[in-house]
């Protein structure tokens, strides 16, 4: 069973940077699609991105699209999500998932592994 592990959230003010990152625990991302979800205390764990296996495809929510990036490097097994002009709202844990598919989807329904969540805080 893949364990996916988050790495890299924090606190930054509106407007900067933050890079979050996401390896297996045990196991491989090979052949799997990897997510980014986001969920805020008493609300829905929301879409943030996908990424398919090899790379080659990538999808987004309207709310980070031109602001976040998700790429991997399968070779360091690696899943990161580039999250620039932070604002606010951004604020969440974010959480890493891994499908059994090599597209995945948008739904929580859609990953099977999931990690334990990192938090970022964008203060205004």
């Known amino acids: 069973q893949v364990q996916p592990v988050e790495s890299g959230g924090g606190l930054v003010q509106a407007g900067g940077s933050l890079r979050l990152s996401c390896a297996p625990s045990?196991?491989?991302?090979?052949?799997?699609?990897l997510g980014w979800f986001r969920q805020s205390p008493g609300k829905e764990r929301d879409f943030v991105a996908r990424i398919s296996w090899n790379g080659g495809s990538t999808f987004y929510a309207d709310s980070v699209k031109g602001r976040f990036t998700v790429s991997r490097d399968n070779a360091k097994n690696t899943v990161y999500l580039q999250m620039n002009s932070l604002k606010p709202e951004d604020t969440a844990v974010y959480f890493c998932?891994?499908?059994?598919?090599?597209?995945?989807?948008?739904?929580?329904?859609?990953?099977?592994?999931w990690g334990q969540g990192t938090q970022v805080t964008v203060s205004s």
């Open positions: 045990g196991g491989t991302f090979s052949n799997r699609a």
């Open positions: 998932a891994a499908a059994r598919t090599l597209y995945g989807g948008t739904r929580p329904v859609d990953f099977d592994s």
